[in-house]
Protein backbone atom coordinates (compact mmCIF):
# COMPACT_ATOMS: atom_id res chain seq x y z
CA UNK A 1 0.00 0.00 0.00
CA UNK A 2 1.18 3.64 -1.00
CA UNK A 3 2.03 5.72 2.14
CA UNK A 4 2.92 9.20 0.34
CA UNK A 5 6.00 11.39 1.16
CA UNK A 6 4.17 11.93 4.73
CA UNK A 7 3.87 8.59 5.66
CA UNK A 8 7.38 7.78 4.63
CA UNK A 9 8.74 10.39 7.19
CA UNK A 10 6.72 9.35 9.38
CA UNK A 11 8.18 5.99 9.30
CA UNK A 12 11.89 7.63 9.34
CA UNK A 13 10.96 9.28 12.67
CA UNK A 14 9.78 6.72 14.38
CA UNK A 15 12.43 4.16 13.84
CA UNK A 16 15.29 6.54 14.35
CA UNK A 17 13.95 7.31 17.66
CA UNK A 18 13.88 3.21 18.20
CA UNK A 19 11.14 2.11 17.63
CA UNK A 20 10.34 -1.57 15.97
CA UNK A 21 10.02 -0.99 12.32
CA UNK A 22 6.03 -3.23 13.04
CA UNK A 23 4.99 0.02 15.32
CA UNK A 24 6.21 2.78 13.40
CA UNK A 25 4.39 1.04 10.09
CA UNK A 26 0.95 0.46 12.92
CA UNK A 27 1.09 4.25 13.25
CA UNK A 28 0.99 4.80 9.51
CA UNK A 29 -1.54 2.95 8.85
CA UNK A 30 -4.03 4.15 11.48
CA UNK A 31 -3.41 7.32 10.35
CA UNK A 32 -4.36 6.71 6.91
CA UNK A 33 -7.65 4.78 8.45
CA UNK A 34 -8.24 8.03 10.62
CA UNK A 35 -7.78 10.09 7.06
CA UNK A 36 -10.19 7.72 5.21
CA UNK A 37 -12.71 7.88 7.95
CA UNK A 38 -13.04 11.92 6.92
CA UNK A 39 -15.79 12.78 5.24
CA UNK A 40 -17.02 16.17 3.48
CA UNK A 41 -18.56 17.92 5.65
CA UNK A 42 -22.27 18.05 3.71
CA UNK A 43 -22.25 13.80 3.79
CA UNK A 44 -22.17 14.41 7.88
CA UNK A 45 -25.60 16.65 8.01
CA UNK A 46 -28.42 15.52 10.12
CA UNK A 47 -29.77 18.10 11.35
CA UNK A 48 -32.90 20.13 9.43
CA UNK A 49 -32.49 23.79 10.29
CA UNK A 50 -34.13 25.42 7.44
CA UNK A 51 -37.66 25.69 6.41
CA UNK A 52 -40.22 27.12 3.62
CA UNK A 53 -42.69 29.33 5.12
CA UNK A 54 -45.47 27.27 3.73
CA UNK A 55 -44.70 24.13 5.22
CA UNK A 56 -43.02 25.51 8.70
CA UNK A 57 -42.91 21.74 10.40
CA UNK A 58 -40.80 20.20 7.73
CA UNK A 59 -37.61 21.34 10.03
CA UNK A 60 -36.63 21.24 13.60
CA UNK A 61 -33.41 23.64 13.98
CA UNK A 62 -33.41 23.90 17.58
CA UNK A 63 -35.20 20.44 18.76
CA UNK A 64 -38.58 22.62 19.79
CA UNK A 65 -40.12 22.99 16.38
CA UNK A 66 -38.56 26.18 15.36
CA UNK A 67 -36.52 26.63 12.19
CA UNK A 68 -34.98 29.41 9.56
CA UNK A 69 -37.01 30.70 6.87
CA UNK A 70 -35.82 29.73 3.63
CA UNK A 71 -37.36 33.19 2.20
CA UNK A 72 -35.55 34.93 4.41
CA UNK A 73 -32.61 33.68 3.48
CA UNK A 74 -32.94 34.21 0.17
CA UNK A 75 -34.03 37.61 0.50
CA UNK A 76 -30.73 38.51 2.64
CA UNK A 77 -28.58 37.26 -0.32
CA UNK A 78 -27.54 33.91 1.40
CA UNK A 79 -28.88 31.82 -1.71
CA UNK A 80 -28.14 27.75 -1.27
CA UNK A 81 -25.08 26.94 -2.61
CA UNK A 82 -23.13 30.26 -2.52
CA UNK A 83 -19.62 30.99 -1.80
CA UNK A 84 -19.79 33.97 0.98
CA UNK A 85 -16.81 35.73 1.97
CA UNK A 86 -17.12 36.57 5.34
CA UNK A 87 -13.87 38.03 7.62
CA UNK A 88 -11.62 37.11 4.61
CA UNK A 89 -12.29 33.10 4.43
CA UNK A 90 -14.66 31.99 1.72
CA UNK A 91 -17.81 30.00 3.05
CA UNK A 92 -19.82 27.47 0.98
CA UNK A 93 -23.28 27.76 1.70
CA UNK A 94 -25.12 24.17 2.22
CA UNK A 95 -27.53 23.79 -0.47
CA UNK A 96 -30.31 24.62 1.66
CA UNK A 97 -33.44 22.63 0.44
CA UNK A 98 -36.25 23.06 2.90
CA UNK A 99 -37.06 20.08 4.86
CA UNK A 100 -33.80 18.02 3.63
CA UNK A 101 -30.38 18.02 5.83
CA UNK A 102 -28.32 21.66 5.76
CA UNK A 103 -26.37 21.55 8.98
CA UNK A 104 -24.79 19.34 11.54
CA UNK A 105 -24.48 18.82 15.31
CA UNK A 106 -21.32 18.92 16.34
CA UNK A 107 -19.91 15.32 18.37
CA UNK A 108 -16.30 14.51 17.58
CA UNK A 109 -17.18 13.79 13.75
CA UNK A 110 -13.93 13.97 11.68
CA UNK A 111 -14.69 16.04 8.83
CA UNK A 112 -12.47 16.12 5.29
CA UNK A 113 -11.04 19.80 5.18
CA UNK A 114 -7.56 21.10 3.27
CA UNK A 115 -6.04 24.20 2.88
CA UNK A 116 -3.35 26.25 4.33
CA UNK A 117 -3.70 29.53 6.29
CA UNK A 118 -4.19 31.96 8.92
CA UNK A 119 -7.31 30.30 10.52
CA UNK A 120 -10.25 28.12 10.55
CA UNK A 121 -13.38 29.25 9.39
CA UNK A 122 -17.14 27.98 10.68
CA UNK A 123 -20.76 29.08 9.91
CA UNK A 124 -22.45 28.10 13.23
CA UNK A 125 -25.16 28.58 15.71
CA UNK A 126 -26.16 27.28 19.19
CA UNK A 127 -29.52 25.65 20.27
CA UNK A 128 -30.41 25.79 23.62
CA UNK A 129 -28.12 28.10 24.47
CA UNK A 130 -24.46 29.05 23.86
CA UNK A 131 -22.66 25.69 22.69
CA UNK A 132 -18.90 25.53 23.15
CA UNK A 133 -17.11 22.42 23.19
CA UNK A 134 -13.06 21.48 22.60
CA UNK A 135 -11.87 20.47 18.75
CA UNK A 136 -9.30 19.16 17.07
CA UNK A 137 -7.04 20.14 13.55
CA UNK A 138 -4.41 17.28 12.25
CA UNK A 139 -1.93 18.19 9.58
CA UNK A 140 -0.33 16.65 6.86
CA UNK A 141 2.98 16.27 8.85
CA UNK A 142 1.27 14.39 10.97
CA UNK A 143 0.45 17.06 14.17
CA UNK A 144 -2.29 18.36 15.49
CA UNK A 145 -3.12 21.29 17.39
CA UNK A 146 -6.58 21.73 19.62
CA UNK A 147 -9.13 24.65 19.37
CA UNK A 148 -12.18 25.78 21.66
CA UNK A 149 -15.13 26.73 19.56
CA UNK A 150 -17.57 28.84 20.56
CA UNK A 151 -21.37 29.07 18.99
CA UNK A 152 -23.85 31.91 20.43
CA UNK A 153 -27.32 30.74 20.57
CA UNK A 154 -29.15 31.63 17.27
CA UNK A 155 -32.23 33.50 19.22
CA UNK A 156 -30.45 35.01 21.93
CA UNK A 157 -26.76 35.82 20.92
CA UNK A 158 -25.19 38.49 20.72
CA UNK A 159 -26.26 40.78 17.63
CA UNK A 160 -22.58 42.84 17.36
CA UNK A 161 -21.31 39.10 16.80
CA UNK A 162 -23.37 38.11 13.91
CA UNK A 163 -22.85 37.04 10.42
CA UNK A 164 -26.28 37.83 9.36
CA UNK A 165 -29.91 38.49 11.29
CA UNK A 166 -32.80 37.27 9.62
CA UNK A 167 -36.41 38.92 10.32
CA UNK A 168 -38.30 36.04 11.59
CA UNK A 169 -38.46 32.40 12.77
CA UNK A 170 -40.57 29.43 11.56
CA UNK A 171 -42.39 27.40 14.19
CA UNK A 172 -45.06 24.65 13.86
CA UNK A 173 -47.82 27.34 14.37
CA UNK A 174 -46.38 29.62 11.38
CA UNK A 175 -44.07 32.00 11.03
CA UNK A 176 -43.06 34.50 14.57
CA UNK A 177 -41.37 38.16 14.55
CA UNK A 178 -38.31 36.98 16.36
CA UNK A 179 -35.16 37.48 14.89
CA UNK A 180 -32.32 34.70 14.08
CA UNK A 181 -28.66 34.60 13.75
CA UNK A 182 -26.03 32.89 12.35
CA UNK A 183 -22.42 33.82 13.11
CA UNK A 184 -19.12 33.01 11.86
CA UNK A 185 -16.48 32.06 14.01
CA UNK A 186 -12.80 31.51 13.60
CA UNK A 187 -9.76 29.63 15.21
CA UNK A 188 -6.15 30.05 14.97
CA UNK A 189 -4.24 27.31 13.18
CA UNK A 190 -0.53 26.50 13.03
CA UNK A 191 1.17 28.64 11.34
CA UNK A 192 2.62 27.44 7.66
CA UNK A 193 0.93 23.70 7.91
CA UNK A 194 -1.48 21.64 5.22
CA UNK A 195 -4.81 20.86 7.08
CA UNK A 196 -6.06 17.75 6.36
CA UNK A 197 -9.12 17.36 8.70
CA UNK A 198 -10.81 18.68 11.56
CA UNK A 199 -12.54 16.75 14.66
CA UNK A 200 -15.62 18.44 15.45
CA UNK A 201 -16.32 19.60 19.05
CA UNK A 202 -18.19 17.74 21.45
CA UNK A 203 -20.56 20.62 22.80
CA UNK A 204 -20.94 20.67 26.47
CA UNK A 205 -23.66 22.42 29.05
CA UNK A 206 -26.19 21.05 27.30
CA UNK A 207 -26.44 23.23 24.25
CA UNK A 208 -26.02 22.32 20.93
CA UNK A 209 -23.09 23.52 18.49
CA UNK A 210 -24.40 23.48 15.27
CA UNK A 211 -21.87 23.43 11.82
CA UNK A 212 -22.94 24.77 8.74
CA UNK A 213 -19.89 25.23 6.71
CA UNK A 214 -16.38 25.10 7.61
CA UNK A 215 -13.06 26.47 5.41
CA UNK A 216 -9.18 27.16 5.79
CA UNK A 217 -8.90 31.27 5.60
CA UNK A 218 -6.24 31.16 3.18
CA UNK A 219 -3.26 33.89 3.90
CA UNK A 220 -3.09 37.35 1.62
CA UNK A 221 0.21 35.91 0.63
CA UNK A 222 1.32 38.88 -2.09
CA UNK A 223 -0.51 41.76 -0.88
CA UNK A 224 -0.41 44.29 2.07
CA UNK A 225 -3.42 46.79 3.20
CA UNK A 226 -2.26 50.01 2.14
CA UNK A 227 -5.41 51.82 3.69
CA UNK A 228 -8.46 50.34 5.78
CA UNK A 229 -11.41 51.99 7.79
CA UNK A 230 -14.19 49.95 9.99
CA UNK A 231 -17.63 50.17 9.14
CA UNK A 232 -19.06 52.02 12.61
CA UNK A 233 -22.73 51.19 12.07
CA UNK A 234 -25.19 50.81 9.43
CA UNK A 235 -26.83 54.44 8.72
CA UNK A 236 -29.87 55.63 6.70
CA UNK A 237 -28.48 57.33 3.79
CA UNK A 238 -29.50 58.87 0.55
CA UNK A 239 -31.91 57.65 -0.32
CA UNK A 240 -29.61 56.82 -3.31
CA UNK A 241 -30.43 55.26 -6.78
CA UNK A 242 -28.41 54.95 -9.51
CA UNK A 243 -26.15 57.11 -8.28
CA UNK A 244 -22.47 56.92 -7.87
CA UNK A 245 -20.12 57.27 -5.06
CA UNK A 246 -16.48 58.34 -5.46
CA UNK A 247 -14.34 58.15 -2.18
CA UNK A 248 -11.57 59.49 -1.13
CA UNK A 249 -8.53 57.63 0.42
CA UNK A 250 -5.72 58.12 1.37
CA UNK A 251 -2.76 55.38 0.50
CA UNK A 252 0.55 54.79 3.09
CA UNK A 253 2.66 52.34 0.92
CA UNK A 254 2.41 51.74 -2.79
CA UNK A 255 2.81 48.91 -5.16
CA UNK A 256 2.16 47.59 -9.14
CA UNK A 257 -1.23 46.11 -8.57
CA UNK A 258 -4.42 46.95 -6.29
CA UNK A 259 -7.56 45.39 -5.31
CA UNK A 260 -10.28 46.48 -2.93
CA UNK A 261 -12.95 45.67 -0.46
CA UNK A 262 -16.21 46.32 -0.39
CA UNK A 263 -17.80 45.25 2.80
CA UNK A 264 -21.79 44.47 3.95
CA UNK A 265 -21.80 44.20 7.33
CA UNK A 266 -24.27 45.28 9.40
CA UNK A 267 -26.61 44.93 6.40
CA UNK A 268 -29.87 42.82 6.38
CA UNK A 269 -30.19 43.04 2.77
CA UNK A 270 -27.62 42.65 -0.33
CA UNK A 271 -26.43 45.42 -2.21
CA UNK A 272 -25.70 45.43 -5.85
CA UNK A 273 -22.70 46.77 -7.31
CA UNK A 274 -23.04 47.88 -11.17
CA UNK A 275 -19.40 48.63 -11.89
CA UNK A 276 -16.63 49.92 -10.40
CA UNK A 277 -12.86 51.79 -10.72
CA UNK A 278 -9.91 53.20 -9.08
CA UNK A 279 -7.91 56.44 -9.98
CA UNK A 280 -4.99 58.44 -8.58
CA UNK A 281 -6.74 61.61 -7.72
CA UNK A 282 -5.49 65.19 -9.24
CA UNK A 283 -8.06 67.62 -6.58
CA UNK A 284 -11.37 67.36 -5.96
CA UNK A 285 -13.29 64.81 -7.50
CA UNK A 286 -10.95 64.71 -10.53
CA UNK A 287 -8.24 61.91 -11.35
CA UNK A 288 -5.30 62.49 -12.98
CA UNK A 289 -6.09 59.88 -15.92
CA UNK A 290 -8.82 57.99 -16.84
CA UNK A 291 -10.27 55.42 -13.99
CA UNK A 292 -9.55 52.18 -14.76
CA UNK A 293 -12.22 49.72 -14.32
CA UNK A 294 -12.06 47.09 -11.42
CA UNK A 295 -14.07 43.56 -12.15
CA UNK A 296 -15.30 40.76 -9.47
CA UNK A 297 -14.61 37.35 -10.63
CA UNK A 298 -14.09 38.44 -14.11
CA UNK A 299 -17.68 40.97 -14.08
CA UNK A 300 -17.61 44.62 -14.04
CA UNK A 301 -20.18 44.51 -11.00
CA UNK A 302 -21.45 42.02 -8.18
CA UNK A 303 -23.77 41.38 -5.87
CA UNK A 304 -22.76 41.40 -2.12
CA UNK A 305 -25.00 39.25 0.31
CA UNK A 306 -25.78 40.27 3.76
CA UNK A 307 -23.37 40.60 6.26
CA UNK A 308 -20.78 39.19 4.15
CA UNK A 309 -17.48 41.16 1.51
CA UNK A 310 -16.46 41.27 -2.29
CA UNK A 311 -13.00 41.48 -2.79
CA UNK A 312 -12.06 43.23 -6.36
CA UNK A 313 -9.71 40.90 -9.07
CA UNK A 314 -6.63 41.84 -9.26
CA UNK A 315 -5.29 44.89 -11.30
CA UNK A 316 -2.26 46.10 -12.40
CA UNK A 317 -2.18 49.78 -11.30
CA UNK A 318 0.87 51.73 -10.14
CA UNK A 319 -0.41 52.56 -7.02
CA UNK A 320 2.02 55.62 -5.42
CA UNK A 321 2.96 55.74 -1.66
CA UNK A 322 1.48 58.36 0.20
CA UNK A 323 -1.18 59.89 -1.76
CA UNK A 324 -4.94 60.46 -2.99
CA UNK A 325 -6.68 57.33 -4.45
CA UNK A 326 -10.58 57.71 -5.97
CA UNK A 327 -12.58 54.58 -5.89
CA UNK A 328 -15.77 55.09 -7.25
CA UNK A 329 -18.38 52.63 -7.63
CA UNK A 330 -22.18 52.67 -9.29
CA UNK A 331 -25.31 51.51 -7.83
CA UNK A 332 -28.10 51.39 -9.66
CA UNK A 333 -30.72 49.80 -7.55
CA UNK A 334 -32.01 52.33 -4.53
CA UNK A 335 -29.82 52.15 -1.05
CA UNK A 336 -31.51 53.70 1.41
CA UNK A 337 -29.01 52.44 4.38
CA UNK A 338 -25.34 51.44 3.93
CA UNK A 339 -22.93 50.42 6.28
CA UNK A 340 -20.34 53.18 6.86
CA UNK A 341 -17.49 54.26 8.61
CA UNK A 342 -18.95 57.71 9.83
CA UNK A 343 -16.00 60.72 10.68
CA UNK A 344 -13.95 60.37 7.84
CA UNK A 345 -12.31 63.38 8.22
CA UNK A 346 -12.30 63.34 4.75
CA UNK A 347 -14.41 64.98 1.99
CA UNK A 348 -15.75 62.39 -0.85
CA UNK A 349 -18.10 62.09 -3.75
CA UNK A 350 -21.41 61.53 -4.96
CA UNK A 351 -22.93 61.51 -8.37
CA UNK A 352 -25.82 62.75 -10.64
CA UNK A 353 -27.67 60.00 -11.69
CA UNK A 354 -25.79 57.60 -14.01
CA UNK A 355 -22.86 55.43 -13.84
CA UNK A 356 -20.13 57.99 -14.03
CA UNK A 357 -17.30 55.14 -12.04
CA UNK A 358 -15.00 55.80 -16.00
CA UNK A 359 -15.48 59.78 -15.30
CA UNK A 360 -11.72 61.43 -15.42
CA UNK A 361 -13.55 64.83 -14.97
CA UNK A 362 -15.30 65.94 -11.68
CA UNK A 363 -18.50 67.66 -13.59
CA UNK A 364 -20.99 64.74 -12.38
CA UNK A 365 -19.95 64.81 -8.95
CA UNK A 366 -22.21 67.84 -7.54
CA UNK A 367 -22.92 66.55 -3.70
CA UNK A 368 -20.24 65.68 -1.32
CA UNK A 369 -19.86 63.48 1.63
CA UNK A 370 -18.42 62.96 4.90
CA UNK A 371 -18.84 59.33 5.53
CA UNK A 372 -17.18 56.65 3.45
CA UNK A 373 -20.00 53.71 2.82
CA UNK A 374 -19.14 49.95 2.00
CA UNK A 375 -15.67 50.52 0.76
CA UNK A 376 -13.18 49.02 3.84
CA UNK A 377 -10.13 48.04 2.36
CA UNK A 378 -7.80 48.90 -0.87
CA UNK A 379 -4.52 46.59 -0.86
CA UNK A 380 -1.37 46.60 -2.79
CA UNK A 381 0.65 44.25 -4.68
CA UNK A 382 3.94 42.86 -2.91
CA UNK A 383 5.34 44.44 0.45
CA UNK A 384 6.04 43.75 4.02
CA UNK A 385 2.54 43.46 5.64
CA UNK A 386 0.63 46.11 7.49
CA UNK A 387 0.53 47.62 10.79
CA UNK A 388 -3.27 47.85 12.43
CA UNK A 389 -3.95 50.94 14.35
CA UNK A 390 -7.16 49.65 16.98
CA UNK A 391 -8.79 52.41 18.67
CA UNK A 392 -11.23 55.37 18.98
CA UNK A 393 -11.84 58.76 17.93
CA UNK A 394 -8.35 59.80 18.62
CA UNK A 395 -6.48 56.81 16.06
CA UNK A 396 -9.91 58.07 14.05
CA UNK A 397 -8.61 62.12 13.50
CA UNK A 398 -11.29 63.52 15.37
CA UNK A 399 -9.50 66.81 15.88
CA UNK A 400 -7.13 67.19 13.46
CA UNK A 401 -7.54 69.06 10.06
CA UNK A 402 -10.41 67.97 7.53
CA UNK A 403 -8.74 66.62 4.00
CA UNK A 404 -5.35 66.80 5.50
CA UNK A 405 -4.33 63.65 6.48
CA UNK A 406 -3.11 64.32 9.85
CA UNK A 407 -4.63 61.54 11.98
CA UNK A 408 -1.42 60.61 14.19
CA UNK A 409 -1.45 57.03 11.94
CA UNK A 410 -1.41 58.91 9.08
CA UNK A 411 2.56 60.47 10.09
CA UNK A 412 3.38 57.62 11.33
CA UNK A 413 2.67 55.74 7.63
CA UNK A 414 5.08 58.83 6.20
CA UNK A 415 7.64 58.31 8.74
CA UNK A 416 8.08 54.54 7.85
CA UNK A 417 8.14 55.56 4.59
CA UNK A 418 10.80 58.03 5.14
CA UNK A 419 13.22 55.21 7.20
CA UNK A 420 15.57 52.01 7.32
CA UNK A 421 14.97 50.21 10.28
CA UNK A 422 12.09 48.37 9.40
CA UNK A 423 10.07 47.27 6.53
CA UNK A 424 7.86 50.17 5.13
CA UNK A 425 4.68 48.42 6.93
CA UNK A 426 1.60 49.23 5.19
CA UNK A 427 -0.61 51.77 7.89
CA UNK A 428 -4.16 50.52 8.69
CA UNK A 429 -6.24 52.79 10.87
CA UNK A 430 -9.14 50.96 12.65
CA UNK A 431 -10.20 54.13 14.68
CA UNK A 432 -14.04 54.56 15.14
CA UNK A 433 -14.89 57.33 17.13
CA UNK A 434 -16.64 57.24 20.19
CA UNK A 435 -15.89 53.21 20.07
CA UNK A 436 -14.99 51.22 23.32
CA UNK A 437 -12.93 48.28 24.35
CA UNK A 438 -15.83 46.38 26.08
CA UNK A 439 -18.83 47.55 25.28
CA UNK A 440 -20.86 47.88 21.60
CA UNK A 441 -21.99 51.76 20.47
CA UNK A 442 -23.58 50.63 17.77
CA UNK A 443 -25.79 47.49 18.81
CA UNK A 444 -24.81 45.75 15.84
CA UNK A 445 -27.47 45.41 13.17
CA UNK A 446 -30.47 47.44 12.19
CA UNK A 447 -30.29 51.04 11.21
CA UNK A 448 -29.42 52.96 13.39
CA UNK A 449 -27.85 56.59 14.17
CA UNK A 450 -25.43 54.93 16.66
CA UNK A 451 -22.06 55.22 15.00
CA UNK A 452 -19.69 54.23 17.49
CA UNK A 453 -19.31 50.66 16.29
CA UNK A 454 -19.11 47.53 18.32
CA UNK A 455 -16.73 46.88 21.00
CA UNK A 456 -13.21 46.75 19.86
CA UNK A 457 -13.62 42.94 21.41
CA UNK A 458 -16.22 42.03 18.53
CA UNK A 459 -14.77 43.60 15.88
CA UNK A 460 -11.24 42.27 16.54
CA UNK A 461 -11.89 39.30 14.08
CA UNK A 462 -12.90 41.44 11.17
CA UNK A 463 -10.57 44.68 12.00
CA UNK A 464 -7.22 43.55 12.44
CA UNK A 465 -7.16 39.48 12.38
CA UNK A 466 -8.97 39.21 9.01
CA UNK A 467 -7.01 42.23 7.39
CA UNK A 468 -4.22 41.16 4.66
CA UNK A 469 -0.89 40.30 5.82
CA UNK A 470 -0.98 42.19 9.28
CA UNK A 471 2.19 42.03 11.30
CA UNK A 472 1.64 43.74 14.32
CA UNK A 473 -1.68 45.81 15.93
CA UNK A 474 -1.41 48.97 18.20
CA UNK A 475 -4.06 48.74 20.93
CA UNK A 476 -4.81 52.61 22.00
CA UNK A 477 -8.38 52.34 23.90
CA UNK A 478 -10.29 52.56 26.52
CA UNK A 479 -11.44 56.25 27.72
CA UNK A 480 -14.56 56.18 26.27
CA UNK A 481 -15.29 53.03 28.31
CA UNK A 482 -14.23 54.71 31.57
CA UNK A 483 -15.87 58.02 30.44
CA UNK A 484 -18.94 55.69 29.94
CA UNK A 485 -19.02 54.14 33.53
CA UNK A 486 -16.59 51.05 32.89
CA UNK A 487 -13.91 50.39 35.41
CA UNK A 488 -10.28 50.04 35.12
CA UNK A 489 -9.95 46.05 35.98
CA UNK A 490 -12.79 46.00 33.15
CA UNK A 491 -10.80 47.82 30.64
CA UNK A 492 -7.73 46.00 31.20
CA UNK A 493 -9.26 42.89 31.12
CA UNK A 494 -10.99 43.68 27.75
CA UNK A 495 -7.13 44.70 26.47
CA UNK A 496 -5.94 41.37 28.04
CA UNK A 497 -8.50 39.33 26.00
CA UNK A 498 -7.50 41.86 22.84
CA UNK A 499 -3.20 40.99 23.34
CA UNK A 500 -3.96 37.18 24.13
CA UNK A 501 -6.39 36.70 20.78
CA UNK A 502 -3.75 38.40 18.44
CA UNK A 503 -1.13 36.84 19.96
CA UNK A 504 -2.81 33.18 19.70
CA UNK A 505 -2.92 34.57 15.72
CA UNK A 506 0.85 35.32 15.44
CA UNK A 507 0.92 39.19 15.91
CA UNK A 508 3.23 41.46 17.37
CA UNK A 509 0.99 43.46 20.15
CA UNK A 510 1.87 46.69 20.98
CA UNK A 511 -0.26 48.39 23.80
CA UNK A 512 -0.96 52.32 24.16
CA UNK A 513 -1.31 54.40 27.62
CA UNK A 514 -4.62 56.02 27.61
CA UNK A 515 -4.04 60.13 27.49
CA UNK A 516 -5.70 62.66 29.88
CA UNK A 517 -8.35 64.54 29.46
CA UNK A 518 -9.56 67.14 32.36
CA UNK A 519 -11.70 70.20 31.45
CA UNK A 520 -13.91 67.78 29.08
CA UNK A 521 -17.52 67.13 30.91
CA UNK A 522 -17.42 63.39 30.99
CA UNK A 523 -13.78 63.28 32.67
CA UNK A 524 -14.26 63.86 36.13
CA UNK A 525 -11.60 63.09 38.76
CA UNK A 526 -12.81 59.73 39.25
CA UNK A 527 -12.54 59.24 35.82
CA UNK A 528 -8.71 60.28 36.07
CA UNK A 529 -8.34 57.78 38.79
CA UNK A 530 -9.42 54.98 36.67
CA UNK A 531 -7.30 56.02 33.87
CA UNK A 532 -4.68 56.02 35.65
CA UNK A 533 -4.95 52.69 36.77
CA UNK A 534 -5.32 51.51 33.52
CA UNK A 535 -2.07 53.23 32.70
CA UNK A 536 -0.36 51.59 35.89
CA UNK A 537 -1.20 48.51 34.81
CA UNK A 538 -0.20 48.85 31.41
CA UNK A 539 3.42 49.88 32.65
CA UNK A 540 3.49 47.39 34.99
CA UNK A 541 6.24 45.02 34.26
CA UNK A 542 4.17 41.99 34.11
CA UNK A 543 2.98 43.55 30.99
CA UNK A 544 5.07 44.37 28.80
CA UNK A 545 6.61 40.99 27.16
CA UNK A 546 3.84 39.15 29.04
CA UNK A 547 0.95 40.26 27.42
CA UNK A 548 2.06 42.95 25.16
CA UNK A 549 5.38 43.14 23.19
CA UNK A 550 5.53 46.53 24.03
CA UNK A 551 4.06 49.09 25.50
CA UNK A 552 3.87 53.69 24.09
CA UNK A 553 3.35 55.76 26.79
CA UNK A 554 1.13 57.99 24.78
CA UNK A 555 0.13 59.95 27.95
CA UNK A 556 3.73 60.70 28.86
CA UNK A 557 3.85 62.22 25.13
CA UNK A 558 0.46 64.62 25.49
CA UNK A 559 0.46 65.48 29.27
CA UNK A 560 0.82 68.74 30.80
CA UNK A 561 3.58 68.29 33.28
CA UNK A 562 2.83 70.80 35.39
CA UNK A 563 -1.22 69.43 35.36
CA UNK A 564 -0.94 65.85 34.63
CA UNK A 565 -4.75 65.27 34.14
CA UNK A 566 -5.28 67.39 31.18
CA UNK A 567 -3.55 67.73 27.84
CA UNK A 568 -1.12 69.84 27.02
CA UNK A 569 -2.48 72.94 25.72
CA UNK A 570 -0.40 73.05 22.81
CA UNK A 571 -1.50 69.77 21.85
CA UNK A 572 -5.49 70.48 22.79
CA UNK A 573 -7.87 70.48 19.82
CA UNK A 574 -9.73 72.56 21.76
CA UNK A 575 -12.40 70.29 23.16
CA UNK A 576 -9.43 68.77 25.81
CA UNK A 577 -10.80 65.12 25.06
CA UNK A 578 -9.07 65.18 21.12
CA UNK A 579 -5.54 66.46 20.13
CA UNK A 580 -5.26 68.39 17.84
CA UNK A 581 -2.58 68.30 14.24
CA UNK A 582 0.34 69.01 16.78
CA UNK A 583 -0.43 66.32 19.38
CA UNK A 584 -1.62 63.85 16.85
CA UNK A 585 2.01 63.95 15.16
CA UNK A 586 3.70 63.68 18.45
CA UNK A 587 2.00 60.72 19.32
CA UNK A 588 3.31 58.77 15.51
CA UNK A 589 6.59 60.86 16.49
CA UNK A 590 7.30 59.13 19.56
CA UNK A 591 6.81 55.77 18.02
CA UNK A 592 10.11 54.55 17.29
CA UNK A 593 9.69 52.09 14.86
CA UNK A 594 12.01 49.52 15.92
CA UNK A 595 8.75 48.49 18.47
CA UNK A 596 6.57 47.61 15.34
CA UNK A 597 9.06 45.38 14.17
CA UNK A 598 6.77 41.64 13.40
CA UNK A 599 9.04 38.21 13.99
Not at 141 to 151: H, K, N, Q, Y
Not at 313 to 337: E, I, R
Request: charged share 20%; hydrophobic share 40%; glycine share 12%.
Amino acid sequence: MRRGIWGGIVVLALLVAGAPPALAETVVEERAQRERRALPLARLFDNRAVSDDAEPGAADFDGSGASLSARDLVAAGWLPGRSLSIDAARLRLPDWEPGKPDNMLADGQLVRVRGRGTALSFLVAGTGGTARGRGRVRYADGSVSAFRLTAPDWRSGPRAAQAVTLPHINTRGGKRAERARLYVVSVPLAADRQVTSVQLPRASGGADLHVFAVSVRAAATGWTGTWSASSSGYAAVGPWTDRTLRLVVRTSVGGPRVRVRLDNTFAGLPVRIGSASVAVRAAGAGARQRPVPLSFDGRRGTEIPAGAQAFSDPLGFDVPADSDLLVSFHLPDTVAAAPVHHRAAQRSYLSEPGDHTADGAPDAYTSTLSTWPFLTGVEVGGGPGSVVTLGDSITDGVGSTPDTNRRWPNVLARRLLAQDEVPHYGVLNHGISANRVVSDVYPGDGVSRSTGGVSALHRLERDVLAQPSVRTVVVFEGINDLRWGATADQVTAGLREIAVRARERGLRVVGATLVPCEGEARCTAAVDAERAAVNAYLRGPAVSGAVFDAVLDFDAVLRDPTRPARLLPAYDSGDHLHPGDAGLAALADAVDPRVLRAG
